[in-house]
C-alpha cells in the first residue's frame, strides 16, 4: 500500500515538471518570436529604451560619416583637405574667478576639444573648408554659471620651415551645464584659401584651439544719476 502511495506521487511531481518544462519552454518561444521581451515584474534592469541621437550622431551627419574627404575640382582633379592639429597651448580653455589664479582648485570651468573633421571644396584653385569641432566641459570646484560661452579659432597655415597663417576665422558656441559639465559640437563654414597648381593639401595645415581673446566682451554696465 504504502509503495503505491509512493508510486502515485512520483507519477504527480513528473507530471508537475513536465508541465513546468512545457511552461518555460513556451515563455522562451515567445520571447525569441518577433523580437518580443518579457520583462519580469522583479528585475532590476531599465526597461528597452529607443536609441536617441547623440552629439556624435549629429556630428558624423554633417560629414556623411566619411573618415577621409575628397571632392572633385572645377579641372577635373580630386584634392584632399590638410589635416587638422590642435595648436599647441590652445588644447584648453580655463576660467577661473576675477581675482583668483588659474588653478585646479580655482576653476569654475574647463573645455578641451575631443574631436575634429574636416570637408574641402574647391573651385579653380579657391578651397573652401568646414571645420568641425567637438568638445567637452568639466565644471570645476569653483562652480559655473547654467551656461558658458566657448570661443575657438580655426586657421589655414602654410607649413615649412617658417609657417604661415593664411587664413583665419573665430568661432563661438553656448554650451549648457550641469553638475557633470556638458559637450560642445560645432562646423565652421567660412575657412578659405587658396591651394596653387603647383602645391597639395600636404603643404598646409588646419590648426584649431581655444582663443580667449575672442570671448564677446561684455556689455557696460549704465550708470544711473540719482
Known sequence: MRRERVGQ????????????????????SLSGCGGTTINSPFSTAPPPQEDLPTISDRFNQVFGQKTSTQTVAADGTEIDCPVVKIRAGASTYAVEPPGKQPTASELNFQATITRTARECRRVNTEVTARIGIQGRVIVGPAGAPGTVEIPLRAAVVQAGVHEKVISTQVYRTTVSLTEE??????????????????????????????????????????????
Open 181 to 226: 559639465g556638458g559637450t560642445f559640437s560645432l562646423v565652421g563654414e567660412d575657412l578659405t584659401f587658396t591651394m596653387p597648381p603647383n602645391l597639395s593639401s600636404d603643404n598646409f595645415i588646419f590648426y584649431v584651439g581655444f582663443d580667449p581673446q575672442a570671448v564677446t566682451p561684455a556689455a557696460p554696465k549704465s550708470s544711473r544719476r540719482k
Open 9 to 28: 506521487a512520483m507519477v504527480a511531481g513528473n507530471r508537475s515538471r513536465r508541465r513546468a518544462l512545457l511552461a518555460l519552454a513556451a515563455m522562451a
